[in-house]
């Protein structure tokens, strides 16, 4: 079992920047990607960037070049930096870390990005 637990979200203004945190515990060597999601009301959850054990790195075309994806393997934490942040960028986050055999969801945390 992998337990995820993010951090950093909250309320900024468009044009500022926020810097979302992801912690993993358990079993943390069996993690393959990590990534994170977002889900805005009314709106399925979409894959927002996604980053491998190797750093390879995945983007939704929407955060391509706002928003950087790292990733910590020593310490199993990544992290989402959100530059010039969109109203459309509203959304309650969710960090994900997929294993072989399974994937584990973060209990998610809300962005929010004021016109």
């Known amino acids: 079992q992998v337990q995820l637990v993010e951090s950093g979200g909250g309320l900024v203004q468009a044009g500022g920047s926020l810097r979302l945190s992801c912690a993993a515990s358990?079993?943390?060597?069996?993690?393959?990607?990590m990534g994170w999601y977002r889900q805005a009301p009314g709106k399925q959850r979409e894959l927002v960037a996604r980053?491998?054990?190797?750093?390879?790195?995945n983007y939704a075309d929407s955060v391509k070049g706002r928003f950087t994806i790292s990733r910590d393997n020593a310490k199993n934490t990544v992290d989402l930096q959100m530059n010039s942040l969109k109203p459309e960028d509203t959304a309650v986050y969710y960090c994900?870390?997929?294993?072989?055999?399974?994937?584990?969801w973060g209990q998610g945390t809300q962005v929010t990005v004021s016109s």
């Open positions: 994900k870390a997929t294993s072989i055999r399974f994937s584990y």
């Open positions: 358990g079993s943390t060597f069996a993690i393959n990607d």
């Open positions: 980053i491998s054990r190797g750093g390879s790195t």
